[in-house]
Structures are given as structure tokens and as C-alpha cells.
């Protein structure tokens, strides 16, 4: 695809100002790094770091049946969500497959908006059109309208304290709205790094002016840009599954190690409707020892990376492959995830990985490989 078709988030104009390297991701020109991605990675671990996540998918269900309709679509418990809580869940193929995975926020009865991965937008607009059936609640893409920068890092809500006092008091998973001159803007303390910090949603129209405030009204070095290089090595240290990685619409959440995001008895309890799609195959997955293959964090003993689609082996046997790899810069260590045989999984055991022109010993290890103090 040439850049002149790529799409531009709101930021567009500052990231060249600041001279990041700019790559098609997902057919947006988003910054792959501004210094380099060791140096950012480090600043997000250590002070602060600010993502431009706008080309994430951004929607909204308000009416009656908005809660009933998400219900049916998540994996998650919607409609007992609390006003101004946020929700991580998947959305699943009726192979019980993951279409995405998903951040669901309540706003108020009957109001809800959600965020989505880039690449997965207009297939789950599909998705929906196609299970809404005789539900009554009213769909918009917001997506083109906002804009949406993460704020990661131990420094992050000491920068913040100095904009608002309610801010650095959110419990995790939750949010707030807040105006800044005439724009509303929401504000939830979660992210994809590991670390603490915010994600702002806010109107595309005070994009620049928003992040310009922010990076001007704060100690030298406080918080800097970081692009989407870090972004990746820090969610991996953080064990965080990313999409087309550790799930897909043939990787099913129980086998990436999601449960906790599956409510396998959803539509069983007083007052629920009936179940998600997919809940049936995901029960029949869970059933007896569970899924054939598991999730595994992989500690290498050389230097080198291990990249997505590289063999697994249990001696001769190839019992998997890589999902995600990359040498740590927090750990200073080769580390990887991979989807693997449920009899190889024990923490300890020593596996192998295919490099390609050479293997390396790897060890299971438990995941997170990296958790915030």
C-alpha cells in the first residue's frame, strides 16, 4: 500500500514534527519509534511514555437493549458492569474463535462505547449488523471523530495529579470524564504496557492542542512519545496477548490463557438471557483436561529473538510454535510466548526452539515475565 492511501490519525502532523519514523500499521501511518525502541521502552519502564493509539477502533451502543445486545456479542458480563467501569473481554467466532479482543466501558444504563484493534474495525461492524436481530439500541463509529493517546509509566499519575485531583484516584479498570475548555473527553486507567497509567479518548479536533498541554506543563523528560515498536516489547514482557499473535479466529481465549475473561456460565444465573457466541464451543473446549494447547512464556538461553511461527520441540517432537519473541530490554534476556502441548507446559520444563539455522534451549516460564512493583 503506498503512504499516499494510508490513513493519518489526528497526531499525524506532530509525530513528523518530532521526527518519528513513520510505517504502515494495519493501513495507518502510525511512528514505529522517535529514538529508538530500547530507549523508549526503557522510558515507559522507568519514567513515561506517551502512544498515539488512534487508529484503534472506537464505538458506541446506546438504548434499551445495548446492554442485552453486548451481552450476547462478549465473553464478559455486561450488563452487571458498574456506571463507569471498564471491562476486558473477547469477542468470539461460533467456534469460539476470537474475532478481537476488546475494552467495554459503561457509561450509563443504557450508554456503552468500546474499543477495538485497528485491523479488526469493519469485521466486527459486520459482526454486529449481522447478530443484532430484533435488539433495539442505536450503533456509531466513533472512530474518525476521536482520537486516543495511552499515557504509561511510574511517572504518569504524579504529571496527572498536576491536572486534575480525580485522576490519579481511579481504581484500575475504571474511568471518568472530564471537559477541558468546551470538548469532553474520558479518561480510564488502563493500558497495554505492564505499567501504570491513563488512555484519554478525546474529540480529534483538540488532538494536537491536548498532547502539545500535556508534554509542555511537565518536568523535563517526564513523559516523552514513544511509538509502536516499545509498545510491543512492553506488552510482551507483560505477557499481554495481541491479536493475530496470541489469538485469532482460530485460537480460541482458554487456550491463550484468557480465561479469566470467559464466563462460561453466562446465561445461567437469575435474570440472564441466554449466553455469547461461541460459549458452547468454549465449554466443550474446557470440558475434561482442557485445551490440547496452551499459552506458555519461553525464557531462551542465547541472544537471539524468536519470532511468531518458529517450531517449538519437546526433544525430537514439535510440539508448538512461537507467538510472539523479542530480547528484552527490561530483562536483558531472549523471551518469548508460545502455543504448545498441554503435557509440555509445567514451569521449568526444557523445551527448544527453531531458530532456523540454529536452536536454543528454552525453559517455561510463568507469565507475566515482567510485573510492575
Not at 138 to 164: C, E, H, W, Y
Not at 189 to 207: K, N, Q, W
Request: hydrophobic share 40%.
Amino acid at each position: 500500500m503506498s503512504t499516499t492511501t494510508l490513513r493519518k490519525t489526528p497526531f499525524h502532523k506532530y509525530h513528523i514534527q518530532h521526527g518519528a519514523k513513520l510505517v504502515d500499521y494495519t493501513g495507518w501511518e502510525m511512528p514505529l519509534l522517535y529514538s529508538s525502541i530500547i530507549d523508549e521502552h526503557r522510558q515507559v519502564r522507568e519514567r513515561g511514555g506517551l502512544f498515539d493509539v488512534s487508529h484503534m477502533g472506537r464505538f458506541t451502543f446506546k438504548g434499551k437493549d445495548a446492554a442485552r445486545f453486548l451481552d450476547r456479542v462478549c465473553t464478559r458480563r455486561i450488563g452487571s458492569m458498574q456506571e463507569r467501569q471498564v471491562r476486558y473481554a473477547l469477542v468470539c467466532n461460533e467456534r469460539g474463535g476470537c474475532r478481537d479482543d476488546v475494552l467495554v466501558y459503561r457509561h450509563g444504563e443504557s450508554d456503552f462505547s468500546m474499543v477495538c484493534n485497528a485491523a479488526n474495525r469493519d469485521k466486527l461492524i459486520e459482526h454486529f449488523a449481522a447478530n443484532k436481530g430484533d435488539m433495539v439500541y442505536r450503533f456509531a463509529d466513533i472512530t474518525d471523530k476521536t482520537a486516543m493517546v495511552a499515557l504509561q509509566g511510574p511517572n504518569v499519575m504524579d504529571v496527572l495529579s498536576g491536572f486534575s485531583r480525580e485522576i490519579p484516584t481511579l481504581k484500575r479498570y475504571r474511568f471518568t470524564e472530564k471537559s477541558l475548555f468546551i470538548a469532553k473527553f474520558m479518561v480510564s486507567r488502563t493500558g497495554y504496557t505492564g505499567e501504570d497509567g491513563v488512555e484519554v479518548i478525546l474529540p480529534a479536533a483538540m488532538a494536537g492542542k491536548a498532547v502539545e498541554m500535556i508534554l509542555k506543563n511537565m518536568d523535563e523528560g517526564a513523559i516523552t512519545p514513544c511509538g509502536l515498536g516499545s509498545r510491543d516489547s512492553l506488552r510482551l514482557e507483560a505477557g499481554m496477548a495481541l491479536y493475530g499473535h496470541e489469538i485469532d479466529e482460530d485460537i480460541d481465549p482458554l487456550t491463550a490463557g484468557l480465561d479469566f475473561a470467559v464466563a462460561l456460565d453466562k446465561g445461567e444465573k437469575d435474570g440472564e438471557e441466554g449466553g455469547f457466541i461461541g460459549q458452547d464451543a468454549l465449554r466443550e473446549i474446557a470440558s475434561g483436561d482442557g485445551p490440547a494447547r496452551r499459552l506458555v512464556g519461553l525464557r531462551l538461553s542465547g541472544r537471539r529473538a524468536a519470532r511468531q511461527g518458529m517450531n517449538v520441540l519437546d526433544g525430537e517432537s514439535t510440539i508448538g510454535s512461537v507467538t510472539s519473541g523479542c530480547l528484552s530490554p527490561t530483562l536483558d534476556a531472549s523471551i518469548a510466548m508460545a502455543l504448545v502441548d498441554r503435557a509440555a507446559t509445567d514451569i521449568g520444563r526444557k523445551l527448544t526452539v527453531d531458530l532456523g539455522r540454529a536452536t536454543d534451549e528454552a525453559e517455561v516460564v510463568e507469565l507475566p515475565f515482567y510485573k510492575s512493583s
